[in-house]
């Protein structure tokens, strides 16, 4: 029974790696292009990262009979992220979809979610839908 339920608790999948081949033909700069570069601090990183685990889980699927666009808002592609600070310890994380990522008819508006989320004690303090 102990066997039956450590097969419950799945690991997230690790990340794609490309073939030997392909990789060696990458060529890294000496340097990231400024104009180009973004900096993420590491907090904003961690803020985003568990909102996200609560928003879109890395193990969640579509329904059976799922459409094209109901797929699409399963994939943690298809959102744009906006963070900005709250009041002291506090970090507001919004999710949004893309304009025109997921619906060919115009924005879907009532999906996403803003997340307000403590960055001392990390965990989710409220959400509004």
Not at 3 to 8: N, R, Y
Not at 64 to 70: N, Q, V
């Amino acid at each position: 029974m102990l066997l039956t339920a450590c097969a419950l608790f799945q690991r997230p999948p690790r990340p794609l790696h490309a073939p030997p081949a392909e990789a060696s033909q990458v060529q890294f700069p000496l340097d990231l292009p400024k104009e180009e570069r973004l900096i993420i601090p590491g907090t904003v990183f961690k803020a985003v990262q568990l909102a996200m685990e609560d928003f879109l889980p890395w193990d969640v699927q579509p329904h059976k009979g799922a459409t094209a666009d109901e797929i699409c808002l399963y994939q943690r592609g298809s959102y744009d992220i906006t963070t900005a600070p709250g009041p002291e310890g506090v970090l507001f994380v919004r999710f949004t979809v893309k304009d025109d990522t997921c619906n060919s008819g115009g924005p879907i508006l009532d999906m996403g979610a803003t997340y307000a989320i403590d960055v001392k004690a990390w965990r989710i303090l409220a959400i509004q839908h």
